[in-house]
């Protein structure tokens, strides 16, 4: 009860900062533009998507005359939700049900919409497109609306099965299942959409502030330090290594910066120091000041 008091504290506070509402209107914006895609491509065009509602649309297809696929989406939720409330912060619970309301809704408000794209294969293109990038803006602010995300991470920390494992295994069931329903060819532009939906929402999600992990060897760590990383208000830590060629003691400094700031990151450090050595690498999540919370990842907070 007490942990249950902790997690509405929070949740009550978020609810009071620009940054969780600037989230909720990205997120309505994605579920629409999701929803619209969903009901003006792949249905007209028989194609599914992944996930729960590539799911959905496979068990649509033999009740739709029952029952509309905005309350199918919604009745398949309840479970998941169910199974996900003993791993998840209440405020990451909360905003997923507000997302699942949302996509709902807007299922509901764009049935009977079509998207007057007659060639499919431009049709998987631009709707993996813009459903990608929409989806991977809310996702970047820590929104969600449920569905296998919640699975995924359950099997992961119950079972030690990656995430991309259960995905890929409920694609290859709903691909395989458009294949048998209808063709090869419609199975086929239903991976397309999947590949491009995919590569979309990585782009959105990470955008131009992708994340680079930095390691920088120089002689002079502390002026790289001050002129450097302070001038772009980033944090950074020493490690102690010994030179391979000249046995000398040397302080490595690493940071995580956004690709905006590699080129500035640069000239400052070409400038401090011409001769340092640098490594830079891709970094997909970072979690902590200035970057995502745990909380933001659905963790539930720590008493301390």
Known sequence: MNQFKVDFKEFKQGLFT??????LAVLALGCFTFSSVVNGILIPHHFFAGGLTGLGLLFHDSIKEFIPFSLLYALMNIPIFIIGYREFSLKFIMTSLIGMGLYTGSLGLTEGILISIKDPMLAAIFGGVIAGFTTGF??????SVGG????????KKRLAIPIGTVFNMVNFVVISSNAYL????????TGIFMYVFSWSMQKGQIGFSQRK???????????VAENVLKKLDRGFT??????GYAKEEKRVIYTVINLLELGRLKEYLFNTDPDAFISVQD?????GKRFLTWEDEGFRKRNK
């Open 18 to 23: 620009w940054k969780y509402w600037r989230m």
């Open 138 to 143: 809310y996702l970047n602010l820590g929104g």
């Open 148 to 155: 296998l995300d919640i699975i995924g991470t359950v099997t």
């Open 182 to 189: 209808y063709d090869l060819e419609t199975a086929l532009y």
């Open 213 to 223: 992990s930095v390691f920088i060897i120089s002689s002079k760590p502390e002026e």
């Open 238 to 243: 020493y490690f102690h290594a010994s030179g």
């Open 283 to 287: 970094t997909g999540d970072v979690i």
